[in-house]
């Protein structure tokens, strides 16, 4: 097997160039009642403000507008819980192109929903039972539609780097550098691409990825300095946004070389963030947004004297979910 | 009577100055599912994400960072349905003086939580037999403190006009002008301010008030050319920051100059816009801040082909009132 390539700064800065004007640059807002809560200076990210609600949209739309003519005729297939494929649709909605999603059988509602109101196709599949990754490519293979896969693309990858970029270039205008800044990973594309900012712009910033305790695949990898799975047969988590069974082949070789090191969440932990934001930050943020959010509040992030960066990465959250989490039955 | 002394633009500027560093410059966010939904632009500012959850804060801070040593020794009362209270009791925490609110009874308990996380003493009174003012003014008698009232104030009503200061500074830097922009109003206190911005730096935009259906005294205030109170004994509307019966002494000469029109929605379309600010924009907007929303989307300001900005005023909410309207059981 080849090595596979991964995207440098410089992709990201193309993909910036290219997502101007589509892509939201998403505030970076700070909230005293967090920075007194965690005894530093908390900036948040967020990409639940970004078009279809996640960060998904650059990476999807980064792939997608490199499409020709003939490929747009083909149309684009992509298999996601949720966040990507809406980011998909999205894209393709603007693009001009039609997009096939395979998405989870159990994945929230609003997600499927979402890739509908977008424009697109979706094929639910069993995650349990069924290969996300054949069905994708079963359907590409019979349609000549393009795959777009989640996290393991270089231009995929690349896009989601943007929005590190951005929290660079808005922590500079504040006048502050980051000491640590944390990402949610499922394969990875997004900590990766936001890691390949920082390594240039801001190189002392700690990069660390933040994982649900029971899908921890990066810390085992990163311990491993290998790439390995997480333990067989977790137990399901409410954030499904973050449930990949490892690291990527195009996002381990940036994330074994720049994350400084992993953190995790319990659910309850995470249910808690998403209580904080509602409470004290007025966001909505979904289970695998909160991710890195709930790393900070559990204290597996210092904070204590410095300044954090925290990305929210996605707010597609059912309203039945959501009612429970508030109400503290989660 | 004297005709009171309302704050002009060069107020707004001097509050500004005093903000900074101090109230968040909060984002000026754009949403493609709305953009679509009305068939225009639509610029949201977000006071839900301001210190204390709303705008109050820029108000109450104006207002008690002109305390001298001795006032603030004698500390700081106001009346409030909540957000007031939550402003005051964040800004005089700030400042270092002590606050005692006086609340209804029956406002949400987030409020009354909040005031206390700011450190602030919380005196309850029945919002239907009990006048805070009489109340307000016997405590403020009693201790010495120096009452702050929630629109009916010179700094105040300047405060609240910094964040039309900002929005019109914000589209500027976007390239664009609004056509219109509307802020919720209860006293009137915000969108007066904000309409002294927009007199001074973009005086082709219409500024719009926006009531719950039976609170319109600004609408039937600016029909009769006169100061009038809504109609007697009107049904309870969950827009509980929206209850006051009549404009201001302060507002009213300003707001009856600038103010193109009023709009309104029932509590119904405010749930509505409520849910579709979950659903879409990812933001937790209370009821009576998402009351310009709602009058955006039940078609009473006219977006199509226009530039429009709306202003989020508050995210205050009760978790068990926001899962009822994310719900749709409101």
Known sequence: MTTPI?????????????????????????????NERVGGRVLLKCETLQVSGSFKFRGAYN???RFSDDEKARGVVAYSS?????GVAAAAQRIGTRALIVMPHDCPQVKVDGVKAFG????????WTESREEIGAQIAAERGSVLVP????????AGQG???????????????TFDAVSAPASGGGLVGGIALAFEALSPATEVYVAEPAAYNDHALSLTAHERVGHAPNPPPSFCDAL?????????????????KGAVSATDAEVAEAMRFAFRWLKLVVEPGGAC?????????IDAQGRVIGIVLSGGNVDPGLYAEVIAGRR
């Not at 949720?82 to 809406?86: D, L, M, P, V």
């Not at 697109?120 to 995650?127: H, I, K, N, S, T």
């Not at 069974?245 to 994350?259: A, H």
Request: charged share 20%; with cysteine.
């Open 82 to 86: 949720g966040n990507h494929a809406q």
């Open 292 to 300: 890195a959010l709930a790393c900070l509040l559990n204290g597996s």
């Open 6 to 34: 991964s995207p440098t700064f410089a992709d990201v800065q193309d993909a910036a160039v290219r997502l101007r004007g589509h892509a939201v640059v998403t505030p970076l807002i700070e909230n005293a009642a967090l």
């Open 162 to 176: 943007t929005a590190g970029l951005e929290m660079a270039e808005q922590a500079k205008s504040l006048g502050v």
């Open 63 to 65: 792939r997608i507008s």
């Open 150 to 157: 989640p996290f393991d693309d270089f231009h995929v990858m």
């Open 243 to 259: 449930m990949a069974p490892r690291p990527g082949d195009v996002t381990w070789p940036v994330n074994s070389r720049l994350l």
């Open 120 to 127: 697109g196709e979706v094929r639910l599949y069993d995650r």
